[in-house]
């Protein structure tokens, strides 16, 4: 079946540091890939998407290359800032469902000053 | 722009209560989502709806009921709570263009439902 394996967190950095969060998937057919992003006290953001092999996504300073032969998404950033702080989903859509999302459990990244 | 609205944000219930969690959008959506999300197990899919007087079972539907019977509000329901319930709900709402593809949710801001 579909799934999203995310590294466990806490994932605590010092501002400024590299930032990567791995991320792994199953799926049949083609899926797309989503990265979301949950601040605290708040709802799940779309942060950044991408829907075919070798696209990479971006926003904010976060990019994750779709790899097809690795089947992973890892979000990455160059230089985290404390504003970054939150938890971080990694989602799939399958080629056989044509609005379901899957979850990843998510990560919580932890920036100190 | 409201995007996705959910009522009331925060609800304390005794065990065997009943309340109804409202969702609504204005982005004319058709598809809408109730999650619930608990720590160390990421969001888990309740029911969902891909249009207007339609519902569906997701995940973990036991102890819930929903409806949908506008296009803007999705409704969950309990219809007696258990200290089980006690976790943070979230309502999405999604679109399929023309191509049926998806490019992500919208999500609320959430409910934080305690039951004791």
């Known amino acids: 079946g579909n799934s999203v394996t995310q590294m466990e967190g806490p994932v605590t950095l010092s501002e400024e540091a590299f930032l990567t969060i791995n991320c792994t998937y199953t799926a049949t057919g083609y899926p797309s890939l989503f990265w979301y992003v949950q601040y605290p006290g708040e709802g799940l953001q779309l942060l950044l998407k991408?829907?075919?092999a070798d696209d990479k996504g971006s926003n904010k300073g976060f990019e994750a290359t779709y790899r097809k032969e690795t089947t992973s998404f890892h979000l990455e950033k160059g230089s985290v800032q404390v504003s970054d702080s939150a938890v971080y989903f990694c989602a799939l859509r399958a080629g056989d469902s044509n609005y379901q999302l899957i979850w990843g459990a998510g990560t919580k990244l932890i920036i100190k000053p | 722009n409201a995007g996705v609205t959910q009522t009331p944000k925060f609800r304390v219930l005794k065990t065997g209560q009943s309340m109804t969690l409202l969702c609504a959008q204005d982005m004319n959506h058709e598809y809408m989502y109730w999650y619930r999300q608990d720590p160390g197990m990421g969001l888990r899919l309740i029911h969902y709806?891909?249009?207007?007087?339609?519902?569906a079972k997701g995940e973990v539907p036991d102890g819930y009921n929903v409806s949908r019977l506008k296009k803007q509000n999705f409704l969950l329901g309990l219809e007696s709570a258990a200290p089980s319930q006690t976790s943070v709900y979230f309502c999405a709402s999604s679109y399929a263009s023309q191509q049926g593809l998806h490019y992500g949710y919208t999500f609320g801001s959430g409910t934080r439902l305690t039951v004791v």
């Open positions: 709806s891909v249009g207007e007087g339609t519902t």
């Open positions: 991408a829907t075919k």
